[in-house]
Nanobody, 126 residues
Framework: QVHLVESGGGLVQAGGSLKLSCAAS????????MGWLRQAPGKEREFVAA????????YYPDSMEGRFTISRHNAKNTVYLQMNSLKPEDTAVYHC???????????????????WGQGTQVTVSS
């Protein structure tokens, strides 16, 4: 249904910023809620951010609120994650994810998103 490709990861100093991009290949991008999830070695999959189909509603865990911002451009089939004030504990592989809006029950559940990109590595140094 949808193919996702992330970009924009890299190495950044603590306190710095990165902006991730996710290009979605689908004919009905606006039908999907979009999210960002991350996976660090030895840790469980973690929810980072989500956005509804129109961009009117966004969702973040408390640890990301005020630091991370998710946005989307439906005309470009693209979703973004602006990350500011990065911390070493933010180091992980960041995955773009998608879920049909009609079945989107819990935006905060990182295991509910059926479509994943391969991820982009974000490393935050001390």
């Amino acid at each position: 249904q949808v193919h996702l490709v992330e970009s924009g990861g890299g190495l950044v100093q603590a306190g710095g910023s990165l902006k991730l991009s996710c290009a979605a290949s689908t004919r009905n991008f606006s039908a999907y809620a979009m999210g960002w999830l991350r996976q660090a070695p030895g840790k469980e999959r973690e929810f980072v951010a989500a956005i509804n189909w129109s961009g009117e509603n966004t969702y973040y865990p408390d640890s990301m609120e005020g630091r991370f911002t998710i946005s989307r451009h439906n005309a470009k089939n693209t979703v973004y994650l602006q990350m500011n004030s990065l911390k070493p504990e933010d180091t992980a592989v960041y995955h773009c994810a998608a879920h049909l809006s009609s079945d989107w029950l819990n935006p905060y559940n990182p295991y509910e998103y059926p479509y994943w990109g391969q991820g982009t590595q974000v490393t935050v140094s001390s």
